[in-house]
Protein backbone atom coordinates (compact mmCIF):
# COMPACT_ATOMS: atom_id res chain seq x y z
CA UNK A 1 0.00 0.00 0.00
CA UNK A 2 1.63 3.44 -1.28
CA UNK A 3 0.07 5.72 1.45
CA UNK A 4 0.97 9.17 0.41
CA UNK A 5 3.68 10.98 2.32
CA UNK A 6 1.50 13.73 3.95
CA UNK A 7 1.51 14.58 7.67
CA UNK A 8 -0.20 16.97 9.95
CA UNK A 9 2.03 20.61 9.93
CA UNK A 10 2.74 19.94 5.85
CA UNK A 11 1.29 23.00 3.87
CA UNK A 12 -1.04 22.42 1.10
CA UNK A 13 -0.55 25.01 -2.14
CA UNK A 14 -3.26 25.60 -4.37
CA UNK A 15 -2.68 28.64 -6.43
CA UNK A 16 -1.39 31.54 -4.49
CA UNK A 17 -3.47 30.18 -1.35
CA UNK A 18 -0.91 28.38 1.39
CA UNK A 19 -2.77 25.74 4.20
CA UNK A 20 -1.24 24.61 6.99
CA UNK A 21 -2.55 20.70 7.08
CA UNK A 22 -4.05 20.18 10.75
CA UNK A 23 -5.06 16.92 10.43
CA UNK A 24 -4.72 13.98 7.96
CA UNK A 25 -6.84 10.49 7.42
CA UNK A 26 -5.97 7.97 4.98
CA UNK A 27 -8.86 6.12 4.03
CA UNK A 28 -8.81 2.77 2.29
CA UNK A 29 -10.40 2.56 -0.85
CA UNK A 30 -9.79 2.63 -4.74
CA UNK A 31 -11.32 6.04 -4.69
CA UNK A 32 -9.13 7.48 -7.43
CA UNK A 33 -10.56 5.05 -10.05
CA UNK A 34 -14.11 6.28 -9.31
CA UNK A 35 -15.31 8.19 -12.06
CA UNK A 36 -17.03 10.70 -9.69
CA UNK A 37 -14.60 11.47 -7.91
CA UNK A 38 -12.15 11.82 -11.21
CA UNK A 39 -14.45 14.81 -12.23
CA UNK A 40 -14.24 16.57 -8.59
CA UNK A 41 -10.60 16.50 -8.52
CA UNK A 42 -9.71 18.90 -10.54
CA UNK A 43 -7.57 21.45 -8.40
CA UNK A 44 -3.78 21.20 -9.07
CA UNK A 45 -1.55 21.17 -5.80
CA UNK A 46 1.16 20.53 -3.86
CA UNK A 47 2.66 20.07 -0.41
CA UNK A 48 5.16 21.12 1.20
CA UNK A 49 7.35 20.46 4.43
CA UNK A 50 9.35 21.96 6.89
CA UNK A 51 12.01 20.30 8.32
CA UNK A 52 13.31 20.98 11.59
CA UNK A 53 17.40 22.49 11.91
CA UNK A 54 19.33 22.70 15.22
CA UNK A 55 15.94 21.53 17.02
CA UNK A 56 13.86 24.42 15.63
CA UNK A 57 11.00 23.94 13.40
CA UNK A 58 11.01 26.22 9.97
CA UNK A 59 8.44 28.61 9.19
CA UNK A 60 6.18 28.68 5.98
CA UNK A 61 9.04 30.36 3.60
CA UNK A 62 11.76 27.83 4.83
CA UNK A 63 9.51 24.86 3.15
CA UNK A 64 10.32 22.73 0.63
CA UNK A 65 8.10 20.99 -1.98
CA UNK A 66 7.34 17.61 -0.81
CA UNK A 67 4.84 16.41 -3.31
CA UNK A 68 3.74 18.01 -6.13
CA UNK A 69 1.47 17.25 -9.02
CA UNK A 70 -1.68 16.27 -7.07
CA UNK A 71 -5.60 16.67 -7.19
CA UNK A 72 -7.51 17.48 -5.12
CA UNK A 73 -11.28 18.28 -5.09
CA UNK A 74 -12.05 21.65 -4.61
CA UNK A 75 -11.56 23.32 -0.70
CA UNK A 76 -14.39 23.58 1.32
CA UNK A 77 -14.87 24.68 4.70
CA UNK A 78 -15.20 21.44 7.01
CA UNK A 79 -18.26 20.52 8.06
CA UNK A 80 -19.10 20.80 12.07
CA UNK A 81 -19.14 16.30 12.76
CA UNK A 82 -15.79 16.40 11.02
CA UNK A 83 -14.44 19.24 13.34
CA UNK A 84 -15.46 17.73 16.51
CA UNK A 85 -14.44 14.21 15.30
CA UNK A 86 -10.95 15.63 14.86
CA UNK A 87 -11.18 17.87 17.88
CA UNK A 88 -9.00 21.27 16.64
CA UNK A 89 -10.34 24.05 18.06
CA UNK A 90 -8.84 27.83 16.61
CA UNK A 91 -10.50 30.48 15.47
CA UNK A 92 -9.89 30.21 11.97
CA UNK A 93 -12.65 28.34 9.32
CA UNK A 94 -11.54 25.36 8.79
CA UNK A 95 -11.47 24.16 5.64
CA UNK A 96 -11.05 20.16 3.99
CA UNK A 97 -10.36 18.53 0.95
CA UNK A 98 -9.33 14.94 -0.67
CA UNK A 99 -6.65 13.52 -2.27
CA UNK A 100 -6.43 10.48 -3.91
CA UNK A 101 -4.05 7.73 -5.39
CA UNK A 102 -4.26 4.40 -5.89
CA UNK A 103 -4.58 2.71 -2.75
CA UNK A 104 -6.77 4.87 -1.18
CA UNK A 105 -7.14 8.57 -0.39
CA UNK A 106 -6.55 10.95 2.57
CA UNK A 107 -9.22 13.57 4.02
CA UNK A 108 -7.14 17.12 5.08
CA UNK A 109 -8.32 19.04 7.77
CA UNK A 110 -6.30 22.38 6.72
CA UNK A 111 -6.29 26.36 8.17
CA UNK A 112 -6.09 29.01 5.82
CA UNK A 113 -2.97 31.03 6.11
CA UNK A 114 -3.51 34.79 6.06
Known sequence: MAV???KKGDFLIVGTLTYS???????EMAKANNPT???QATVECSTKRVLFVEGKR???TDATTNLASLK????????RDLVIRTGLTTMYTL???QISNDDGYMVLILEELV
Open 4 to 6: LDI
Open 21 to 27: IKSVEWW
Open 37 to 39: FQE
Open 58 to 60: GTV
Open 72 to 79: CIPIDSAD
Open 95 to 97: KHT
